[in-house]
């Protein structure tokens, strides 16, 4: 079983859609979540960074965690074309320990 | 500055070459990490710094050969490498000492081409 699962999709909303991706993971001592934007082509851009559980709200952006069920997620409002790209979770337990992707979700908002 | 740099952004190199990646940051970061992506991959780890010390080296072949000269910068030494070395090579730092748990910050990367 792998350490972080995310479904890779295609993912293809309208504009203006609500958009919710998610992770699930099986360690119960990831503390420390990220949501991470990859441009085709480009290095990732941080996005979101949460500790431990609950919801952080960043402009059109909300992070969950819910660690009881392991599983984290992301959701976009008003999506955009301009948020087109692959969105990669990632997790850790902290203390020097692993840092683990999700394989990535690939998202196309069209016009 | 949340900004880590990259050259080159592309890179072509046959398999005799000896080329060198290079990486920046001016955030006061004291762990760097070299990444290799393949595409519609996630980002696998081959090496971390931490304080300018190599900590970590995932099983990299030695055709791989990572420096830090100092805490602001990161090399990747490249040589004899494979066509199937060929990805995105991405590096990434943070705050804290190799605390892998801490936010990375990632540069645009170098698309290495091997031929």
């Known amino acids: 079983q792998k350490e972080v699962e995310q479904d890779p999709g295609p993912l293809s909303v309208p504009e203006g859609a609500i958009v919710s991706l998610n992770c699930t993971y099986s360690?119960?001592?990831?503390?420390?979540f990220m949501w991470y934007r990859q441009y085709s082509r480009k290095g990732p851009e941080l996005l979101m960074y949460t500790y431990s559980s609950g919801n952080k709200e960043d402009g059109r952006f909300t992070a969950q965690v819910d660690k009881s069920s392991k599983y984290i997620s992301l959701f976009i409002r008003d999506s955009q074309p301009s948020d087109s790209a692959t969105y990669l979770c990632a997790m850790s337990a902290g203390g020097g320990n692993q840092f683990y992707f999700g394989t990535g979700t690939s998202l196309t908002v069209i016009p | 500055d949340t900004e880590v740099t990259q050259t080159p952004k592309h890179l072509v190199m046959g398999m005799t070459n000896k080329k060198s990646l290079k990486c920046e940051q001016h955030m006061g970061h004291r762990a760097m990490y070299w990444y290799k992506q393949k595409a519609k991959k996630p980002p696998e780890l081959m090496f971390v710094y931490s304080y300018e010390k190599l900590s970590i080296n995932e099983s990299v072949p030695s055709r791989f050969s990572p420096e830090c000269p100092n805490s602001s910068l990161l090399n990747l030494h490249l040589h004899a490498l494979q066509p199937e070395d060929s990805a995105l090579y991405l590096c990434?730092?943070?705050?804290?000492?190799?605390?892998?748990?801490?936010?990375?910050?990632f540069g645009p990367g170098t698309r290495l081409t091997v031929l």
């Open positions: 360690n119960s001592a990831f503390q420390y």
């Open positions: 990434a730092s943070s705050s804290t000492s190799g605390a892998l748990g801490d936010e990375q910050f």
